[in-house]
DNA sequence: ACCTGAACACCGTTCAAGT
DNA sequence: ACCTGAACACCGTTCAAGT
């Protein structure tokens, strides 16, 4: 839908808007899944030459990094509890479930400097985990740390889980031809006794269950590095 | 260099061979970077037809899979401390390095049942660790959701600085255009604080001082529950 | 038994020319 | 001011035909 040419401006009038490219990509996604959105399926999907896009979006990541801000913007904070480190663990799950709807995300996330690229929404999302960290004492430095190594192990589940659902939802079966007979090995004892229950093991949700194991073992490492007490960590 | 044709075979002889594409592979990226290692491009390398190449590897994620075989065998294991907790972190440590060392190596690593791939060099990186969080007392159950959790966490942070320093290595000046000053913003208060600082900040290496944290909260959550004992963790 | 070129079905992106 | 087709410089992979 070309919006009505503005009085006052000249030329030839425009045939789509960012906000068209952006709900296009959208339902794109939400149809064929994120795989199949490229370029030139997307400028078919609104009727225009691939090349006009160019005008509308600097390049590919320029495109993903909108549709990212756009879906930070609509995402749902969990109720936040009282005690920091409870905060901590529910803002990073709702991260967590963001990125694992969205595992697309999570790829443009891998840029270096992408938080210089975000916008207030999902920028209040680190806020919030900063925050908790100082509240719970955490210095600054020390928080922003906090964040950093929770940020490492969500984006890290995130995409092994990604890449695992997209060999199932493809004709791949690369999964079902893995034998798993490698572990059967004299020198490998421990995981020759899981061997048979691995798949079944590593299809587990365990990420919520770490997730703490993770906050409290940062937590527990910052108090002891300010009270210079000697924990185990401290020893190296 | 072609090998010479065995007594008793017949027909065209071989132009190449398993080892001479895997050994022209990682000269490729070692001279040109892993990003520019193409089917097309190694076999020019080999001075052969693209095609011919799929006679010997069945296609890119075979070939993938060959190279980090080979070079998880080649992989020198730090001395083994005798205390769990302590081989645990120095065995997830250098699983660490040589992956943050062949970053390709962690994209190959996110697709499902890589496990059930690999051979038995790489596999007992994972034994390692498995064993020694059943060394600590962690059930069998227990030390494979260990490891799955370090796994996350070092994949996560691997495949962030890869895409990092692909960033710095290329033209791209995304990173020095990205002013953050999007930071700056009331509503952000604790960002605004250590916005000039963040970039410094995010470069710091915090993996090492973080994985203790880690697997310092994993055991402790294992011991807890198998004790019985209430955590706060375990209030869910 | 092994190798090959041509072809298929794509990518992201640039750019001079058109309306 | 905006849009376009043609082109550039690539990908991985298949397959019938050749040696």
Same mark, same amino acid.
């Given at each position: ?7 006052g ?26 795989e ?9 999907e ?5 090349t $006009?896009?160019?005008?509308? @979006?600097?390049?590919?990541?320029? =495109?993903?990094l ?14 936040l ?7 901590? %663990?529910? @803002? ?6 963001? #990125?694992? &709807?969205?595992?697309? /995300?999570?790829?443009? #996330?891998?840029v270096?400097?992408?938080?210089? #690229? ?15 960290? @100082?509240?719970?004492?955490c $210095?600054?430095?020390?928080? @922003? ?6 940020w490492?192990? $969500?984006?890290?589940e995130?995409?092994?889980? /990604? ?5 199932? &939802? ?12 490698? =572990?059967e090995?004299p ?6 006794? %899981? &061997?048979?229950?691995w ?6 949700d ?11 073992g #940062?937590?527990?490492?910052? $108090? ?13």
């Amino acid at each position: 839908m070309p919006p009505a040419t503005p009085p006052g401006r000249t030329g030839r009038p425009p045939v789509t808007s960012r906000a068209a490219i952006v709900s296009a990509a959208r339902s794109l996604i939400d149809r064929d899944g994120w795989e199949q959105l490229t370029i030139r399926k997307l400028a078919a999907e609104l009727n225009i030459g691939p090349t $006009t896009l160019y005008h509308y @979006v600097k390049n590919k990541q320029d =495109l993903l990094l909108l549709l990212l801000n756009e879906y930070a913007a609509q995402m749902a904070l969990p109720d936040l509890p009282e005690a920091p480190r409870d905060r901590i %663990v529910e @803002v990073t799950q709702a991260l967590h479930d963001m #990125l694992a &709807a969205w595992p697309w /995300a999570a790829e443009v #996330l891998t840029v270096d400097g992408f938080l210089g #690229l975000l916008d207030e929404p999902a920028l209040s999302i680190v806020e919030l985990i900063v925050d908790a960290a @100082v509240d719970h004492g955490c $210095t600054l430095d020390q928080a @922003v740390d906090v964040f950093r190594s929770l940020w490492y192990y $969500t984006i890290g589940e995130v995409l092994v889980r /990604a890449h695992s659902s997209r060999g199932h &939802a493809d004709g791949e079966h690369l999964v079902q031809r893995a034998t798993f007979h490698n =572990l059967e090995s004299p020198r490998l004892p421990r995981l020759s006794a %899981v &061997a048979s229950r691995w798949r079944a093991l590593a299809a587990r949700d365990i990420y919520r269950k770490s997730l703490e194991a993770f906050v409290d073992g #940062l937590l527990a490492q910052a $108090t002891a590095a300010r009270t210079g007490q000697r924990t185990r960590s401290a020893k190296r």
